[in-house]
């Protein structure tokens, strides 16, 4: 059940029938708890997880520091502005209020929403102007139209936290988790859990961790590889069919080509496609676009096929690869399992690593 607390000014009449009638109706999907004072908001949000913060309005003060909260702790946000992005709410003492706290705070907050909720096509193309949210959402407001009801108001907001909560899973996962994630990338690209050095993780204890499993495993286009470990550590995954999971991408987002798919596979020899995949991976980086996925075809191709590594490296020095060639050893050895008895170059650890490693990490990032 996704955990939801709305935020929202008591002394807004309107608001406050909307969000009293979204959390009657939501149903089994969700366990919905409700604040109106920061002291209260923020009290709860330190004392337990929730899933979903979701913010009713805007121009408080207050939001600022729950939202730093929020983020803290791995609560998404939702946003409903109820019509206050207007224009003409805009407009509204400008100079005194407005402008300040769209500087201060007000900007950053649409920003990290993952989802701005609106209710028609007006407001659709106020935040289209506007530009600082290009993931809305329209969910007609069922105390002002009868187009909808207050239960299917409900079910599209149970809908869109779900989505939400299926984005950018990694990010979502705990250490434990994660490093079940390695191992059976590490077991799919082998076929054999005795390449596992360290202990082996139990398989997912909830049906959620496996939905999180399985979500980055299809958005990040590695499920062959995730669903071959899976086997071969005889873990039964659920039937969960990721490719129908809704889910947000960030904004720009451009589906990885396969390395081969670019690069082609005749080559005369294995140094030659190894030189061509390491340039094609200096593209990737320049352009930010590295993912798991081309790191694990690296992996499997250093580990099936032999080089001649001296001459390997000596050519890889001359065309200015050699550094990021040995960088690449280092992030694959964190997020691949990959060892050094393959590595034609040895591993280099130093901050432009780490940023590629974060790169990778990030990859679906909102």
């Known amino acids: 059940m996704i955990r939801v607390l709305h935020y929202y000014p008591q002394s807004d009449s309107m608001v406050s029938q909307?969000?009293?009638?979204?959390?009657?109706?939501?149903?089994?999907?969700?366990?919905?708890?409700?604040?109106?004072?920061?002291?209260?908001?923020?009290?709860?949000?330190?004392?337990?997880?929730?899933?979903?913060?979701?913010?009713?309005?805007?121009?408080?003060?207050?939001?600022?520091?729950?939202?730093r909260q929020a983020l803290r702790q791995g609560t998404r946000l939702v946003l409903s502005p109820h019509g206050h992005l207007e224009p003409w709410v805009i407009s509204e003492n400008y100079w005194n209020e407005k402008l300040p706290k769209r500087l201060l705070y007000q900007k950053r907050i649409v920003q990290q929403a993952y989802a701005v909720v609106i209710q028609g096509k007006m407001e659709q193309e106020s935040m289209r102007q506007l530009g600082w949210n290009p993931r809305t959402v329209i969910i007609r407001n069922a105390l002002i139209t009868q187009t909808t009801t207050p239960r299917d108001m409900a079910s599209q907001h149970a809908q869109l936290y779900r989505k939400v909560l299926d984005s950018n899973p990694l990010a979502l996962m705990d250490d434990d988790l994660r490093s079940l994630l390695r191992q059976v990338i590490k077991v799919g690209i082998t076929g054999d859990q005795r390449w596992l050095t360290e202990l082996l993780q139990g398989q997912?204890?909830?049906?959620?961790?496996?939905?999180?499993?399985?979500?980055?495993?299809?958005?990040?286009?590695?499920?062959?590889?995730?669903?071959?470990?899976?086997?071969?550590?005889?873990?039964?995954?659920?039937?969960?069919?990721?490719?129908?999971?809704?889910?947000?991408?960030?904004?720009?987002?451009?589906?990885?080509?396969?390395?081969?798919?670019?690069?082609?596979?005749?080559?005369?020899?294995?140094?030659?496609?190894?030189?061509?995949t390491f340039r094609h991976l200096r593209k990737l980086v320049s352009r930010r676009q590295l993912t798991i996925m081309h790191l694990i075809e690296l992996d499997k191709e250093l580990r099936h096929y032999g080089c001649k590594e001296a001459e390997l490296a000596d050519t890889l020095e001359e065309q200015n690869l050699y550094k990021l060639a040995r960088r690449l050893m280092g992030v694959m050895h964190e997020l691949t399992g990959?060892?050094?008895?393959?590595?034609?170059?040895?591993?280099?650890?130093?901050?432009?690593?780490?940023?590629?490693?974060?790169?990778?990490?990030?990859?679906?990032?909102?």
């Open 204 to 276: 997912p204890d909830t049906a959620e961790k496996w939905r999180l499993l399985l979500c980055y495993a299809k958005q990040e286009q590695i499920s062959n590889t995730i669903e071959r470990g899976l086997s071969v550590l005889r873990y039964e995954a659920p039937d969960v069919d990721a490719g129908q999971i809704e889910h947000f991408m960030p904004e720009g987002y451009q589906t990885p080509q396969s390395i081969e798919s670019v690069i082609g596979n005749s080559f005369a020899t294995e140094n030659d496609r190894l030189l061509a």
């Open 18 to 67: 909307y969000v009293a009638m979204l959390t009657e109706h939501t149903g089994l999907e969700c366990s919905n708890e409700q604040a109106t004072e920061k002291a209260d908001a923020l009290q709860r949000l330190r004392s337990s997880h929730y899933d979903i913060l979701h913010l009713h309005g805007c121009w408080r003060n207050s939001s600022c520091r729950l939202v």
């Open 338 to 366: 990959f060892t050094e008895g393959f590595m034609p170059v040895p591993p280099l650890y130093d901050r432009t690593m780490r940023t590629l490693t974060s790169q990778v990490i990030n990859h679906l990032k909102i």
